[in-house]
């Protein structure tokens, strides 16, 4: 499954703070099956650069525009504090971070994915 994470709003908030378990949950989901990829309505360049902010560069399969993903990869799964992009492509809501360092949110992801596997 590809499961496309926004930044803003999602990863990070907007002052640049990282959302609590970012890191954490984007290694744990490279580390299986998943190709995970980071986007932006800011572009390319800014998603890379919050993955290189993050640490997680090297795990992920790459960055891109939002709602343009690399030619021939399919969109299987967002996570966005959007609520339009969720119900476009399916997947895991989550509320803006608003640097709450007690925020649980992605957590949720892991649990909603393994949830959705088969088996």
Not at 12 to 28: T, Y
Not at 41 to 63: H, P, S
Not at 89 to 110: A, C, M, N, R, T
Request: net charge negative; charged share 25%; hydrophobic share 35%.
């Amino acid at each position: 499954m590809n499961i496309f994470f926004d930044i803003q709003g999602t990863l990070l908030n907007e002052q640049g703070d990282p959302r609590p378990n970012a890191r954490e949950v984007l290694l744990k989901l490279a580390g299986t099956d998943h190709g995970v990829y980071l986007w932006s309505t800011a572009g390319e360049g800014y998603a890379a650069e919050a993955a290189r902010f993050l640490g997680v560069e090297d795990a992920i399969k790459g960055c891109c525009l939002k709602r343009h993903p690399p030619e021939g990869i399919a969109v299987d799964y967002a996570v966005d504090d959007d609520e339009g992009v969720v119900e476009e492509y399916g997947g895991y809501l989550v509320v803006p971070y608003g640097g709450d360092p007690s925020d649980g949110q992605l957590l949720g992801v892991l649990e909603a994915i393994q949830a959705s596997e088969p088996g």
